[in-house]
């Protein structure tokens, strides 16, 4: 399982949900969370923290999301040199159940559909780095 001492950034337009995602994480253990309402808000995170060298280690987010959504933010991850292996966790509404294939496709880790509970969150986590560690 990824260790407490990951660095993770959550991405969601919706306080709320970003506020549920931190609970759960701070339950399991986490503590260095980041978080920002768009991908781009998202993207500055992560290079000024990889300029930091405090790189992000796992990001979670929502899909859709204004100015810049989930997959375009997962499209750029992938295509960077330097942060192209970054775990993502896309968080999906039901109504995109139909989109997930898009996302596997453009290399989501792993993908959670909204609402769900800490135990899911914690399971899907737990494939995600089981993956990453074989
Ligand atoms: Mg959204």
Same mark, same amino acid.
């Given at each position: 399982?990824?260790?407490? %001492?990951? &660095?993770?950034? =959550?991405? @969601?337009?919706?306080?709320?949900?970003? @506020? #549920?995602?931190?609970?759960?994480? &701070?339950? /399991?253990?986490?503590?260095? #969370?980041? +978080?920002? +309402?768009?991908?781009?808000?998202?993207?500055?995170?992560l290079v000024? &923290?990889?300029?930091?060298?405090?790189?992000?280690?796992?990001? =979670? %987010?929502?899909?859709?999301?204004?100015?810049?959504?989930? /997959?375009?933010? #997962?499209?750029? =991850?992938?295509?960077?040199?330097?942060?192209?292996?970054?775990? !993502? $966790?896309?968080?999906? %509404?039901?109504?995109?159940?139909?989109?997930?294939?898009?996302?596997? /496709?453009?290399?989501? %880790?792993?993908?959670?559909?909204?609402? !769900?509970?800490?135990? $899911?969150?914690? +399971?899907?986590?737990?494939? $995600?780095?089981?993956?990453?560690?074989?």
């Amino acid at each position: 399982m990824f260790p407490p %001492s990951t &660095r993770v950034l =959550i991405l @969601d337009d919706m306080q709320s949900i970003r @506020d #549920l995602v931190k609970g759960h994480l &701070r339950s /399991l253990g986490y503590q260095e #969370l980041y +978080e920002a +309402e768009n991908g781009q808000e998202g993207l500055k995170i992560l290079v000024e &923290r990889y300029a930091h060298s405090q790189p992000i280690q796992l990001v =979670i %987010s929502d899909w859709n999301m204004p100015v810049m959504s989930g /997959l375009e933010l #997962l499209k750029q =991850i992938r295509a960077s040199t330097t942060m192209g292996q970054m775990p !993502f $966790v896309l968080l999906t %509404s039901e109504a995109e159940r139909d989109q997930v294939t898009e996302a596997v /496709l453009a290399g989501a %880790s792993q993908y959670i559909v909204k609402p !769900f509970s800490g135990k $899911v969150l914690e +399971e899907k986590l737990k494939g $995600v780095w089981a993956k990453i560690k074989k």
